[in-house]
């Protein structure tokens, strides 16, 4: 990654110059993995892959998204290590571990600044975090959500945990929050969690001005959300008529692509940056054409210090064509409709051990 690239409009490739850029760096970033680390090369070596071969970016070899679970994989030496991103592990017990060294933390840092500033702007704003304090900041290890917190904190100032340490909603500061926040603010959390404090917990009778200066910027969780029956349409829209609120930051992202976030537009779509990029495969795992559904694979420039540059993760979505959308910026717009059930890609962690 140069400077040059963090340095501009961080949606200013147009399709083709993108396409192009992206073979280059995915090849370079490939052919850097299978140098240096040994339990790449056997599994991209194994599934076919040639040094010396020029390829499309759809034909490089990816890695499923849970080999990060099974194997530790690391493009550096582990004294430079310093930072063990764990997923969340909502869908097992086995958790990713993801080893950052001092550039590529710093490369992913850079490149969340450029997307969030680009939707918010330059300034840091007061910020409400729909969590308890201890379930951040004394928490032990450095999860998905601890990542998150302190990711996008460089984006507030003046932090407020609504939730206490007993469970219930500290309604004393918030509204001293709201009084001393004028001007707008942001709202962090994960998806279930916002859903499930202020709309099904907070009592708006007990606060003194309404949040409608608020900022939700949310993410994840959606797969909790089930329970509630709710759509993020109809989550946008019952937060809105309760609160008036009138903003809101969706992101997905994976903690085994941590940087690499893709931000919902105003039409509902998600879309992607300079730094990263989107396919969608079939379960033959062909490549799906606009409107089909499929594997979603992220393919991110940011991954130095791990091979995680190019991932079939387990979620499903389809790319939607850019006619749809009435924004102006560049990227691939696409939808997620979820977790795929029982959705397994095998076989990587069996040809490490051969």
Known sequence: MTDSLFSGDPYSFKKTQKK????????ELTKHHRLKCEGYKKII???GYKNKKKYKLENFPYLPVQIFKEVDLLSIDKKNVVKVINSSGTSSNNPSKIYLDKKNSLDQIK?????????????????????KKSSIIN????????????????????????????????????NKFLKNSNSKFII?????????????????????QDLSNGIILHGGGWKKMEK?????????INLTKKLNIKKFLNYYGLAEQTGSIFLECKCGYFIS????????RDEKLNLCKKSQKGFIQIISLLPTSYPGHNILTQDIGEIIDQKKCRCNLNGTRFVVHGRAKKAE????SDTINE
């Open 139 to 174: 928490s032990n290890g450095f999860d998905a959500k601890k990542a998150a917190f302190f990711g996008f904190s460089i984006f507030g100032r003046d932090f407020f945990y609504i939730i206490k340490e007993n469970g219930s909603i500290d309604y004393d500061g918030l």
């Open 345 to 348: 890609v095998r076989g990587c």
């Open 111 to 131: 490149a969340l600044k450029k997307i969030i500033q680009h939707h918010i702007g330059d300034e840091r704003l007061p910020m409400m975090i729909i969590d």
């Open 45 to 47: 070596d194994f599934l």
């Open 20 to 27: 192009h850029f992206f073979e280059k760096r995915i090849s």
């Open 228 to 236: 509630f029956k709710i759509s993020n349409n109809e989550f946008k």
């Open 188 to 208: 962090f959390g994960f998806t279930y969690l916002v859903f499930e404090i202020l709309f099904n917990k907070l009592d708006k009778k007990k606060l003194n």
């Open 273 to 280: 940056s300079n730094y990263s990029d989107v396919l969608i």
